[in-house]
Every structure is written in C-alpha cells, then in structure tokens.
C-alpha cells in the first residue's frame, strides 16, 4: 500500500511565525505536490517536485516555499504565516510517466488555522 | 480559468438509489482521476482512467474522449458513500499536474 504521510493532522499557528508542514511517501515516487484546498475552489497547486533538490512553483506560490533534499520528504514552508493562510493542505505524490501509470496518492491533509 | 467542471455540486440521494457524478473538461488529456474525500480530509484515488470504462465494486467510471466528459456512477447508495467526489484531469506535458474540478458532495440518506 502506497503511504503518504502528512507530519500533523491539525496546527494553530500565530501570524509571523515561521512554519513547517512535512511529507513523507513510502513508494519510491518522483513527484510530489502540495496544494491548499479551500472551500468553492478546489485543490490549488502551491508547488510540486519532480526530483530531489528540483521545485517548480504551482498556481498559486506567493508565501510558501519548499525543501527537497530527499526523494521520499517535501517540505512546505510559510516563511511567515498570515491569516490568509488559513487552510487545509494537502500533500501528494505519483511516478513520472503517462496516462495511468500516473495516478496520485494524497496524505491525510492538514488542517492549518493561522491566529 | 475551469479547464475542469464537475455537475452537480451537491447532491442528496436516498439510500439504494443510482447515482451519477459528471465531470467535463475543456483541456486535451492524458488521463483522468476521481477522488474520494471524506469529512476529516484525506484523499483515496478510486479511479484512473484513459478510455473506456472502470469498475470496482458499486463504483463504475467512463470517460468520453472525443467528448472531454467523464462520469462517476454509484450503483445501490449507502450512507457510507457520503463523501465530497472531486474529478481530476491530467494533461499531457505538464510535468503530471492534475487539474481538479471543485468537487461535489454527496450526502446518502438512510
């Protein structure tokens, strides 16, 4: 069974504060993402990672950055939190290649509130 | 920009009805994915598609190339089926980056 797992279910963090939402997958996958996902817009896509050390920046990257320095962890950071950050965010990972070899695999989802 | 548009967006069945979640997209794909989420969060993938049709248990899926349209069916409901349905595309040469409808949500009745 593919894991993807997500370092905290639940976070309350103050505005200005640094702050760190980890993943982990278990299935040797190349790509890895996050996204926040808030309601009456979907999954958006913050970043994604397509190898170690690699990142390209997704829709919407403004206030996040992120850390690959091994194929199995992504990192997510906000450099310095604000309300508007308030969210659910959610990790995932999938193989590189086409079609239905590419099928993703999420984690838990953490759900960040921002004070 | 909604290269993906999932209809309806909330649906309420009774228990044991048939029920169908449409999904359309407007991008050229490679493949397509339903997802299941429960209240709670996580994800679980129920489905990846490229032509044709899936089935795996009460949950059939078929996609309509040349149509750009998708469907999710639910055959015989059960409450436990209450969960938020999102349909995801894949486009070709994107570096594998989903693009995700807003999703429905589906409440079964007992």
């Known amino acids: 069974d593919v894991k993807v797992t997500q370092s905290s279910r639940y976070l309350v963090k103050r505005t200005g504060e640094k702050v760190f939402l980890e993943c982990v997958q278990d299935?040797?996958?190349?790509?890895m993402f996050w996204y926040r996902q808030d309601p009456g817009l979907g999954l958006r896509l913050i970043y994604f990672?397509?190898?170690?050390?690699?990142?390209e920046k997704g829709d919407i990257p403004e206030g996040y950055s992120v850390s690959r320095e091994k194929k199995e962890r992504f990192s997510l950071i906000l450099e310095s939190a604000s309300t508007n950050q308030t969210s659910m965010y959610l990790c995932?990972?999938?193989?590189?290649?086409?079609?239905?070899?590419?099928?993703?695999?999420f984690g838990q989802g953490t759900r960040l509130t921002v004070v | 920009k909604n290269e993906v548009e999932q209809s309806p967006q909330n649906l309420t069945a009774q228990e044991g009805e048939f029920i169908t979640i449409n999904c359309s997209y407007s991008?050229?794909?490679?493949?397509l994915h339903w997802l299941q989420q429960h209240p709670g969060g996580g994800i679980v993938s129920l489905f990846m598609?490229?032509?044709g049709k899936k089935k795996h248990g009460r949950l059939i899926a078929t996609i309509n190339i040349q149509e750009k349209h998708s469907s999710l069916h639910i055959t015989a409901s059960h409450p436990r089926d209450s969960a938020v349905y999102i349909c995801?595309?894949?486009?070709?040469?994107?570096?594998?980056?989903?693009?995700f409808g807003t999703g429905t949500s589906l409440t079964v009745i007992p």
């Open positions: 995932a990972s999938s193989l590189s290649g086409a079609g239905s070899n590419t099928e993703a695999f």
């Open positions: 299935m040797d996958h190349e790509n």
């Open positions: 990672s397509y190898d170690v050390k690699m990142k």
């Open positions: 991008v050229g794909i490679s493949a």
């Open positions: 598609l490229s032509s």
């Open positions: 995801a595309v894949l486009p070709p040469n994107t570096g594998n980056q989903f693009y």
